[in-house]
């Protein structure tokens, strides 16, 4: 049986991704990798110089599986207030194919080869 994967993105004003890690191995998810980005809506928060006060983001990606999807991404609503407006948003999107987290694979998904090349103990060896 192969394991199903979600990757949880969320996306919150800079300097709150430290809630939603947290919230996210809270609920059980192992981590995630923290992107930053500038946000182009424009919600009237401008400041001087027409540049807007909450432009600045941070963007959360979570790997997790599937059965975990729903309470990581309830956690993560609530620990980040994504209910309030201008807070951030969550939304999730299957992994059909995931290569290179032994971690997270194991020996239980199939895995696409990425190349004729086979890594065996840290050497590259054809096939």
Excluded: H, W
Excluded at 18 to 37: F, H, L, M, P, Q
Excluded at 44 to 69: C, H, P, R, W, Y
Aim: proline residues 2%.
């Amino acid at each position: 049986m192969n394991k199903e994967f979600e990757l949880i993105v969320t996306i919150v004003n800079k300097g709150q991704s430290d809630k939603v890690v947290e919230a996210s191995r809270e609920a059980g998810a192992k981590g995630g990798t923290i992107i930053y980005g500038r946000g182009t809506y424009n919600n009237g928060n401008e400041a001087i110089l027409g540049i807007s006060l909450k432009s600045e983001k941070d963007i959360v990606f979570t790997i997790v599986d599937s059965d975990q999807k729903a309470k990581v991404m309830k956690l993560i609503s609530e620990k980040a207030n994504l209910n309030l407006d201008g807070e951030g948003l969550c939304f999730s999107l299957p992994i059909n194919t995931l290569i290179g987290s032994k971690k997270l694979i194991k020996n239980d998904i199939k895995a696409a080869t990425p190349s004729p090349n086979k890594v065996t103990n840290n050497k590259k060896t054809s096939i």
